[in-house]
């Protein structure tokens, strides 16, 4: 939207599994904006799951039309920490075996980059609904525990590779 330089959002999506996050994006020229989102996660889920966690990840975007409405892409680095386990589930993807997650706990820090498209739509003067998905690369190191609750650890200053989804985003955006 023309005369519109800041956004202020939340990722309904994070919000659903009770992520604090909020993103500020400015616009840098007519068809660039920098978009800066953060998420936070300092729950125990319970006595022996645990999906604790920070992110920092800021983007740039080009849009295809005016900035904040249409189709834009976007190109992100990512970085933060983590502490989780106990996450019951049987899910391989790329080379990543989250599968580990049911039966121990990691805790460690990443960073990484990668790409994204999305797509905003103008729900009214100050309001816009956007989606995203972005995908790409991140470097780990963690510390591996026997379990969730316990603090015995069984592995120490691991190195992972992963390659995959680094961006998915249903964001509400109040435009100023």
């Known amino acids: 939207m023309k005369g519109q330089d800041v956004a202020i959002k939340t990722n309904v999506f994070y919000d659903a599994f009770k992520n604090i996050n909020l993103g500020v994006e400015v616009g840098l020229a007519p068809r660039w904006t920098l978009d800066v989102s953060g998420d936070f996660n300092a729950w125990t889920l319970s006595h022996d799951r645990r999906w604790k966690h920070w992110l920092a990840q800021p983007e740039a975007r080009y849009w295809f039309c005016d900035r904040f409405a249409g189709h834009f892409i976007g190109i992100h680095v990512h970085g933060g920490q983590y502490n989780v386990g106990a996450l019951g589930n049987n899910m ?67 190195p992972h590779h992963y390659f995959g989804v680094t961006k998915l985003a249903v964001n509400i955006v109040y435009l100023f």
């Open 92 to 158: 391989s993807f790329l080379g990543t075996d989250f599968s580990r997650l049911t039966d121990s706990r990691f805790q460690g820090w990443f960073i990484g980059a990668g790409a994204g498209y999305g797509y905003a739509w103008i729900l009214g003067r100050h309001w816009n609904l956007e989606a995203e998905l972005g995908v790409g690369y991140a470097y780990t190191r963690y510390d591996q525990f026997r379990c969730a609750g316990c603090g015995k650890r069984v592995a120490e200053n691991l």
